[in-house]
T-cell receptor, first 116, second 114 residues
Framework: AQSVAQPEDQVNVAEGNPLTVKCTYSVSGNPYLFWYVQYPNRGLQFLLKYITGDNLVKGSYGFEAEFNKSQTSFHLKKPSALVSDSALYFCAVRDDAGTGGFKTIFGAGTRLFVKA | DGGITQSPKYLFRKEGQNVTLSCEQNLNHDAMYWYRQDPGQGLRLIYYSQIVNDFQKGDIAEGYSVSREKKESFPLTVTSAQKNPTAFYLC?????????????FGQGTRLTVV
């Protein structure tokens, strides 16, 4: 089965500085990787995904992610953090549901704090 | 506006009661999912449905039940057999069975046992 790991429970960064939220994956076959963001007491919002092609994927709100096959990583990045980026971030992978379809498996999440 | 609607936003359950959480989508998505989120933890899959009148158990299905009688609706019942039901419940849908499709989420229901 596919899985993702987010090694950091929390990331702290100052506003205006670059941010990185880490994710590593374990898959059999091709990886289909996603990042989602969750604000307090809300559902998750899709940020970006890697399916194939360029290793640098651009997404919503200025976020991007770098796919690295040799390191089995899919780190989320942003060149300049905003206080409003403070939220819970989830890395995810699509897994075979065994019934002809797919389900999404989530990491444990990383809480990002951006300090003004 | 297209989207996923979960209701109620907050729900309180007494010991021994069954409660049902509603999830409705108007996105014409085939697949729907229920996740449970506990503080400091990721999302755990409870049940999922790839098509109407069919559903599968996820990783933590014990104490829960679902139905999928309509494409738009995927209600979750938390039964009295679920010993620790206090959590944040999230419903999601995706356009089809493609591996590349992202999930769309509702705003969640916070269930508390009183």
């Amino acid at each position: 089965a596919q899985s993702v790991a987010q090694p950091e429970d929390q990331v702290n960064v100052a506003e205006g500085n670059p941010l990185t939220v880490k994710c590593t994956y374990s898959v059999s076959g091709n990886p289909y990787l996603f990042w989602y963001v969750q604000y307090p007491n809300r559902g998750l919002q899709f940020l970006l995904k890697y399916i194939t092609g360029d290793n640098l994927v651009k997404g919503s709100y200025g976020f991007e992610a770098e796919f690295n096959k040799s390191q089995t990583s899919f780190h989320l990045k942003k060149p300049s953090a905003l206080v409003s980026d403070s939220a819970l971030y989830f890395c995810a992978v699509r897994d075979d549901a065994g019934t002809g379809g797919f389900k999404t498996i989530f990491g444990a999440g990383t809480r990002l704090f951006v300090k003004a | 506006d297209g989207g996923i609607t979960q209701s109620p936003k907050y729900l309180f359950r007494k010991e021994g009661q069954n409660v049902t959480l509603s999830c409705e989508q108007n996105l014409n998505h085939d697949a729907m999912y229920w996740y449970r989120q506990d503080p400091g933890q990721g999302l755990r899959l409870i049940y999922y449905s790839q098509i109407v009148n069919d559903f599968q158990k996820g990783d933590i299905a014990e104490g829960y039940s679902v139905s999928r009688e309509k494409k738009e609706s995927f209600p979750l019942t938390v039964t009295s057999a679920q010993k620790n039901p206090t959590a944040f419940y999230l419903c999601a849908s995706s356009p089809g069975q493609g591996v590349w499709t992202e999930a769309f989420f509702g705003q969640g229901t916070r269930l508390t046992v009183v």
